[in-house]
């Protein structure tokens, strides 16, 4: 009664009578009419464009600048794409590259980017929420918008969202599509492109079927406790098996394997004296086989190429009897892998073995020995492999592969905060999420399937960069904007070329119409370029081109008449239409031709930067080495590549001339005079 | 000049324009004081004759006048919001950001609105207990109860279909949790929800049909049983006061 007795006389003073009434709802409204205008004046961004003006006050070019400003809100507005990003409101600066010295945000000028600054909105790169006016709002997760700005090292993420290709400014990006496929993420999770097309593995997972004939069940007990610990570069994942489900796993995989049509040709004679092995190792090198297998040498450093297994303990995983025949011929046991079909003779692959077989480790193997398993162990192995879904990568006999066996991650990059659950110590924003994620599965929860990857710190950014980009606003966006990535094409090479060109498998390291790796250069127009004595001579014997790289072309011991119908399949099929190969005559170029050529190669372009015409004098070696120009190019070729290379052979690193015909004329005299013939032993390095 | 305005403006109440309005005049007299009252579209809902005791903050605590004047500001304030706001999906959800961001007084208005409908549902509530407890319910006022509960039950359905509106996740979350209390029910439950979301989801249809139901079907349902209400009071012998009525 108290309480509303004060209640009481508190409404008789405001509204005990009409006039009170009137009064105290009057005085009510001028308040609220105050209020409301006020608070709409002082909104945030009011303050900010006071502040760049004032900014800009002191500027020497203030005028223009202040002429070019526009008060009030800004945006940008893009139906079609869903963007209103009101974010010019604030950043008035975006298009004004003469404030570059200005590092206050929000008045940074935009950096320069190959499209217009505003030309797709801000939020489609940076993410935030465009259409708010209040910093918090547009920066932050906040309850009503869950998608904050995200962070700048993962920027390329967002180019991802349209190009599908590889660009040349986002290599992070590119670095983490490659991840993707090359550690095999692709197999268990589907992730795809915004075309649809789902990404394809690039690893290369070998077949377990005939797994007996090839290892011990030793070594794969060993390899499934640690694959990092038989090779550093080992892309299958630590599953982290307790050692019972080893034994089991490894019981069951020895249980499955089944004989594969091993040669009946007795296993050629290993010698095992000193000599032997040096010789081996010699053969290793002069055979090029590091272009693709890397071996740790004695500072622990890989030395060699990625494209095939690591070999720094071969010695301890492989039977001498599958070496033998693989190294025969290695489509007897694998029709599908990369690994060219070298012509070796039995004494070749004699030192082969000796040198291989010497690389053991016997710390790796330790002393494990296993009891003949029991058909209780097989069957948990068997279950095993169905639960770890072993098979997502690996043939196995009698197991199928699991679809989706992981969450579809093509929708990764918008996943909403409100949907995860956040292991302890982990940031609360979807790139700390997906990192940790990465870094450590088992984290989240002891029970996961995930595996552990050995990635290092780069390699996990570069993931969640490429993980990033697939937004469902990347799914949505119109088809004229996306720019799809080039798909490999089913190219093969016709006839008795053709059959020798699988054998050899070119395609593994050089691309020819669309199809193949980009290990080696492309060779669609290879017919057009060199000349067909010296093509024959470096496939019969291949010298060194390029002083700078590692990585060659491996010497196959190919017969003359192999080495004939390869150089003619090539001279006859790969010509490019833009040009006739005999459309100049190099024996029409004067002297004088060549010596302007020299002039302009050491004067005006330079080329000794990046090539050597005189061995003793040039120190390029990012390029071909020019010596053998004369002998090995066609003057056509020279003088076409030196006005536009680019058109010749997209991506190359030569630049694009655009030269003169008079000087691409005097260059081309100048090189194809460079004629010392080809060494005919392998380069040294 | 000042001689047209003479004869042509009333000189205060019972001028010529004046009276051609309000046809009763001046109310010197009880009987005129009443015509002013009854003859009135909009005054002759009230009594003509009210004890002055039952206007008192004591006997009411004012609550069903609170409840229309916050009915009368969620009206004044949801026009405005009207010309803002596209009952479409996702755009509603824009409409609402814009409101925030970039309309003048947007945010002020759409938390006016709020507020006003979280009072105002509050407000009828205490109305209701107001007059539960006082026993204001008991005849001859048992029909005016039962209206009562009726405007209790359009200002809660008002109060859920603008829930929808800002197409948040709060909103899709309770319409979603609220359709499906309605579908527990046994038989019709599933068809009563097919007819309230215009589908078998919340999806386009249902924030359509709750825009229509809030903005036109309510309030104009609302508006007529608040006149019948106000007019019954009138006809059921004006406020109760409290005390014994029949003896006074």
Request: charged content about 20%; overall charge positive.
């Amino acid at each position: 009664m108290k309480i509303s007795g004060k209640m009481a006389s508190f409404f008789n003073f405001l509204l005990g009578d009409s006039a009170r009434a009137f009064g105290a709802l009057s005085v009510a409204l001028v308040a609220l009419l105050a209020v409301v205008p006020a608070a709409d004046f002082l909104r945030d961004w009011r303050g900010y464009q006071k502040r760049y003006l004032r900014l800009v006050r002191g500027r020497s070019d203030a005028t223009s600048l202040t002429r070019r400003f526009q008060p009030g809100l800004q945006q940008i507005w893009m139906p079609e794409l869903g963007v209103v990003d009101r974010c010019p409101t604030c950043h008035s600066a975006l298009r004004e590259a003469s404030l570059g010295d200005v590092k206050d945000q929000p008045f940074r000028p935009h950096p320069p980017i190959p499209h217009s600054v505003t030309g797709f909105g801000c939020v489609m790169c940076h993410r935030g929420q465009g259409a708010a006016t209040t910093v918090e709002e547009a920066h932050r997760s906040t309850k009503s918008w869950e998608d904050p700005i995200l962070p700048a090292r993962y920027l390329e993420s967002s180019c991802g969202q349209c190009h599908m290709e590889r660009l040349t400014g986002t290599p992070l990006l590119n670095q983490g599509r490659q991840t993707l496929a090359r550690y095999g993420c692709v197999r268990c999770h589907v992730i795809k492109s915004p075309d649809g097309v789902a990404m394809t593995g690039t690893d290369d997972p070998p077949s377990l079927a005939h797994i007996g004939a090839k290892t011990t069940r030793e070594w794969i007990a060993a390899w499934l406790k640690n694959p990092q610990a038989y090779a550093s570069s080992a892309t299958m994942p630590n599953f982290q098996l307790p050692d019972d489900d080893i034994r089991d796993l490894s019981a069951f995989l020895i249980a499955q394997s089944t004989p594969y049509l091993a040669s009946r040709e007795a296993a050629p004679k290993v010698p095992t004296d000193d000599r032997a092995l040096k010789n081996g190792a010699s053969l290793f090198g002069e055979s090029f086989c590091s272009s693709c297998h890397a071996i740790q040498n004695a500072a622990g450093m890989l030395v060699g190429g990625n494209l095939g297994p690591e070999l720094t303990r071969i010695g301890s995983k492989a039977k001498p009897e599958w070496l033998a025949d693989w190294l025969r011929d290695p489509r007897v046991y694998d029709p599908d892998t990369q690994m060219p079909h070298y012509r070796l003779d039995a004494q070749q692959r004699g030192l082969l073995m000796a040198f291989l077989g010497n690389k053991t480790d016997p710390d790796f193997l330790g002393n494990r020995h296993f009891d003949p398993p029991t058909s209780v162990q097989i069957d948990h192995g068997r279950a095993l492999v169905n639960e770890r879904g072993c098979a997502a990568c690996h043939e196995i006999n009698g197991v199928k592969k699991a679809d989706n066996f992981a969450p579809e991650l093509t929708l990764v990059g918008s996943r909403p905060l409100a949907k995860i659950l956040f292991a302890p110590g982990v940031a609360h924003t979807l790139p700390d999420y997906i990192a940790a994620k990465i870094r450590q599965p088992r984290s989240f929860s002891t029970s996961l399937k995930m595996p552990q990857y050995t990635l290092a710190p780069e390699q996990v950014e570069a993931l969640v960069t490429a993980l990033l980009a697939q937004t469902e606003r990347a799914q949505k966006m119109p088809t004229a904007l996306r720019i799809p990535p080039r798909r490999a094409s089913d190219y093969h090479a016709a006839g008795q070329a053709g059959r020798l060109m699988e054998d050899l498998r070119c395609f593994s390291c050089h691309t020819i119409n669309g199809r193949g790796g980009d290990m080696a250069p492309d060779l669609t127009w290879e017919g057009t370029a060199v000349t067909r004595p010296w093509l024959v001579n470096f496939l019969k014997n291949p010298n060194t081109l390029r002083p700078a790289l590692i990585r060659r072309m491996p010497k196959f011991n190919l017969t003359d008449a192999e080495a004939d119908t390869l150089a003619d399949y090539i001279m006859t099929v790969y010509q490019t239409p833009a040009f006739d190969r005999d459309s100049i005559d190099s024996s029409r170029f004067t002297r004088a031709d060549a010596e302007h050529g020299k002039e302009l190669f050491y004067g005006k372009y330079a080329c000794q930067s990046c090539h050597i015409v005189d061995p003793d004098k040039d120190k390029g070696y990012i390029g071909p080495t020019l010596t053998q120009t004369g002998a090995r190019l066609n003057a056509a070729w020279v003088f076409h590549w030196l006005k536009n290379a680019e058109s010749l052979r997209p991506g190359t690193l030569e630049p694009v001339w655009k030269s003169s015909d008079e000087d691409a004329r005097a260059l081309s005299a100048f090189l194809v005079a460079q004629k010392i013939a080809p060494q005919t032993e392998p380069a040294k390095k | 000049m000042a001689d047209t305005l003479e004869t042509q403006l009333p000189r205060g109440r019972g001028g010529r324009v004046w009276q051609s309005i309000f046809r009763s005049g001046l109310g010197d007299t009880n009987l005129r004081r009443a015509l002013a009252i009854q003859q009135n579209l909009f005054l002759h809902l009230a009594s003509v004759k009210v004890r002055k005791r039952s206007l008192s903050f004591r006997v009411t605590w004012f609550l069903g006048t609170l409840s229309l004047g916050t009915f009368a500001i969620l009206v004044v304030t949801g026009v405005p919001l009207m010309l803002y706001y596209h009952p479409s999906v996702p755009q509603a959800y824009s409409d609402m950001n814009d409101l925030r961001f970039v309309v003048s007084a947007g945010l002020f208005l759409r938390n006016l609105h709020r507020w006003s409908a979280h009072s105002m549902v509050l407000l009828v509530f205490a109305h209701m207990f107001k007059v539960f407890y006082r026993g204001a319910y008991r005849p001859p006022r048992e029909f005016n109860w039962v209206i009562g509960v009726v405007l209790l039950l359009l200002t809660l359905f008002l109060s859920y279909t603008g829930y929808l509106l800002p197409w948040d996740q709060l909103a899709f979350w309770a319409i979603t949790v609220g359709s499906n209390l309605i579908s527990a029910m046994p038989i019709v439950g599933a068809r009563i929800r097919f007819l309230i979301l215009g589908g078998n989801g919340v999806n386009a249809n249902a924030l359509l049909r709750f825009y229509v139901l809030h903005c036109v079907i309510l309030p104009l349902a609302a508006v007529a049983f608040v006149a019948i209400h106000f007019w019954r009071i009138r006809k059921d012998g004006g406020l109760y006061h409290g005390g014994s009525e029949r003896h006074e």
